[in-house]
């Protein structure tokens, strides 16, 4: 067999050599070769018992054909080792019969491990096993000609490993594949999973082939295949920006769901992405709200599904739906609902035995959170730890985000001049991987710090403006907020406004990588070109800024009517209690640095002092409201005499008081939350959230928040 090139070593041990050099490197490890090591030699007839693998090893160590690695603890073999070139010759000169049991033997040793794995998954936290086993069954199974046991397999590597090198590594594979099994009935699965690495490496040509596969299952009426080739298209659309051809698809996916007779899994995964979209397209309450709904529906489902739930597995399902209401608590500031959605997602990617990328993935998510409780110090360590991991598996992607969050948590700490650098690496990591939701925050973020740090009007311009021109013409929920962004730009340095959008491009694409015109071209066109949204959004950010503005305004109405009574109600004991009230919600108000000098000036108010220089000094907003006050005691404007008791009951005892005192400060935060307040928002999100662990409170909080998240008049029982 290989009596030319190992002349003085035994039969059993030239086998072993030659069986050495057809395995993958990565599967010379000693306890592998010895579990297949008697299969090997039954396959191929071998007489008598196998020998000792130790033993057969001897020679070809002693001719420094093999190397061995020790434990340093046990002195046990752990790996075996032969030079590249040497595996080379071994493998090209080894007879046929070597090679086919050999692949025979790994591929069916591998995949018997995968469906251990994929069985136990979940008890046994084999997640790991599931990857290994997928991942090294492949080079086997391609050379048998296994096609859709390979794409099976390829599959599930691909579900759990999304870097791109791992995508590059299986594509030649399932390319084989493809085209070994044009026209037959498995080519509509085999095609999916090729299209689900190339998206991978090049989005567009696998949105081609995906729409060319599911022409095809339509054709053929095979709409099991049609729905889940669907998923794979509304993945596409949702990652290029085109959030309304995705919602439609979702409905479309719908349809195709029901028509495969699909069970109740499958008609659960379509409604968490459809979620999806609407999280992203700004809906998040209406997401949250359904996500929690859906919880309660997902906890009664069979487990393992029905036959007509085949496809599925309920954890992927599970942790998709848990990340959707993380997503969406985190939009409306539900710092701690976030955390607790997070915990439960994150313990059932432990309990699988989930690997580090995938954990990390979804770990990534609590750092906001984290930050907006005033956990900095955790936050930053959750993102190092994060990092590690997506450096280690190239993941380009998570690690544009990261980059950007460790530039958030610099910015929260006030390290503004530390913030850009991080911020600007983030923006071109988010170029390199596509993402234009990504972008347009990375974009966004970056103009905040160079703001906050005193930098470049004009840098800030342009980056704002790209941020906003991307929600414009992708239909993001962001555009809102850029928008107001925008408005107050506007207010404070109309002169660095850029005239022509060929400007802003040429400006942020002196960031290395950043290429802005060519991000626009494949975006949905909303707005003919680059510079009619432009145009666009700076015609839409006034009207937005000045709403914004009257809904500050509005929430400081109750504040200004507590001023109004506790100076000019003609009743004594009316006044005083304004006056409790008033002094009340200044306290609270003022624990904000940006509401301090409204506060002390409504304060001087209240004592007297009508000085015409009492607005020097403040900004816009606080101007307008102080102008407000003094109208209202000159009598010159008029406000709601009674608004201030909406923000505390009527006087009781002293005990009483104290309570009903705290009572209107919070319920006076709930109001000016519910009028667009972001001060009291934040204020308040912390109160509910602390509620919310009490079950005596719960059903009141959850009512309270749908107040400051746009429902003024929630339902109790809903």
């Known amino acids: 067999m290989l009596t030319r090139h190992v002349p003085c070593v035994a039969e059993d041990a030239a086998t072993l050599f030659g069986f050495l050099c057809c395995v993958e490197e990565d599967d010379r490890e000693h306890q592998i070769i010895q579990a297949v090591w008697a299969h090997l030699r039954q396959r191929l007839d071998r007489p008598g018992d196998p020998p000792d693998l130790d033993a057969a090893l001897v020679p070809l160590v002693e001719q420094a054909l093999v190397a061995t690695e020790a434990d340093p603890d046990t002195g046990q073999v752990v790996r075996l080792r032969i030079h590249p ?90 390319t084989a594949a493809l085209e070994a099994t044009r026209g037959t009935d498995h080519d509509l699965a085999i095609g999916r999973t090729h299209a689900g690495a190339l998206a991978r490496l090049n989005p567009e040509q696998a949105e081609t082939l995906l729409r060319q596969l599911l022409n095809t299952a339509l054709d053929r009426e095979q ?13 596409r659309y949702q990652g290029s920006g085109r959030l309304d051809e995705a919602l439609a698809l979702a409905d479309t996916k719908a349809e195709y769901t029901r028509r495969a007779g699909f069970g109740p899994w499958t008609q659960l995964l379509d409604q968490t992405i459809r979620l999806q979209i609407l999280h992203v397209q700004g809906h998040a309450q209406q997401v949250l709200d359904t996500v929690e709904e859906l ?68 770990a990534f998510n609590d750092y906001g959170p984290l930050l907006k409780l005033d956990r900095p110090v955790e936050a930053r360590d959750l993102l190092i730890r994060c990092r590690v991991v997506f450096e280690a598996n190239n993941n380009i992607p998570m690690l544009g985000k990261t980059l950007s969050a460790l530039a958030d948590v610099e910015d929260t700490l006030g ?44 840098q800030i311009w342009v980056h704002l403006l790209a941020a906003a021109v991307i929600a414009y013409q992708t239909g993001s929920g962001y555009l809102a907020g850029r928008l107001r962004a925008l408005a107050g730009l506007l207010a404070v340095e109309p002169a660095a406004a850029p005239g022509e959008f060929t400007q802003v491009c040429q400006i942020v694409d002196q960031i290395p990588g950043v290429h802005l015109a060519e991000l626009l071209a494949r975006l949905p ?21 000045a709403e914004r503005t009257r809904q500050v305004i509005a929430g400081w109405e109750p504040v200004l009517s507590a001023l109004h009574a506790a100076i000019s109600h003609s009743d004594p004991a009316t006044r005083d ?20 000098g409204l506060v002390a000036v409504l304060r001087r108010i209240h004592a007297g002092d009508r000085d015409p220089t009492l607005t020097d000094g403040l900004d816009e907003i606080d101007t307008v409201i102080t102008r407000r006050a003094l109208n209202l005691l000159a009598g010159t404007t008029t406000i ?52 919310a662990t009490d079950p005596d409170w719960a059903p009141l909080v959850t009512v309270l928040r749908r107040i400051p998240n746009g429902d003024p008049t929630p339902n109790p029982a809903r």
Do not use: C, K
């Open 85 to 174: 070139g040497v595996a080379d010759t071994g493998r090209t000169t080894t007879t046929p019969d070597l090679l086919a049991a050999v692949n025979i033997e790994l591929g069916g040793f591998w995949s018997a491990n995968l469906g251990h794995a994929l069985q136990n998954e979940q008890e046994q936290e084999l997640g790991w096993l599931v990857l290994r086993a997928a991942r090294s069954a492949g080079p086997y199974l391609l050379r048998q000609h296994r096609w859709t046991e390979l794409a099976a397999a390829t599959e599930q590597v691909l579900a759990r490993d999304t870097s791109t090198a791992t995508a590059a590594a299986l594509l030649p594979m399932l």
């Open 577 to 596: 209690a304004a006056s409790d009230t008033l002094n009340h919600a200044l306290t609270t108000r003022g624990q904000h640095p940006d509401w301090q």
């Open 295 to 362: 919880r309660d529906r997902m906890g009664a489902l069979p487990d393992p599904p029905g036959p007509n739930d085949s496809t599925i597995t309920p954890f992927n399902v599970r942790e998709t739906l848990l990340n959707t209401g993380v997503l969406a608590a985190r939009r409306l500031e539900l710092w701690q609902q976030a955390l607790g959605l997070n915990a439960e997602n994150l313990d059932s990617l432990r309990r699988r035995g989930a690997s580090d990328a995938e954990q990390a993935f979804d």
């Open 223 to 235: 709409f099991d295949y049609a729905s889940n080739l669907t998923s794979d298209l509304i993945n």
């Open 525 to 545: 066109q909303r707005a003919p070109d680059g510079q009619a949204a432009m145009d666009e959004v700076l015609r839409l950010a006034p009207e937005a800024g």
């Open 640 to 691: 709601d005499p009674d608004a201030w008791r909406t923000l505390t009951p009527d006087v009781g005892t002293d005990d009483q008081r104290d309570h009903d005192d705290g009572v209107a400060g919070f319920a006076a935060a709930v109001a000016a939350a519910a009028m667009g307040d972001t001060h009291a928002q934040g204020a308040v999100g912390p109160v509910l959230d602390e509620m």
């Open 415 to 458: 390290h503004w001049d530390r913030a850009i650098d991080p911020g600007t690496d983030a923006l071109r990591f988010t170029y390199l991987a596509a993402d234009p939701d990504a972008i347009g925050g990375s974009h966004h973020n970056l103009a905040n710090y160079l703001q906050r740090a005193g930098g470049d009007p004009q």
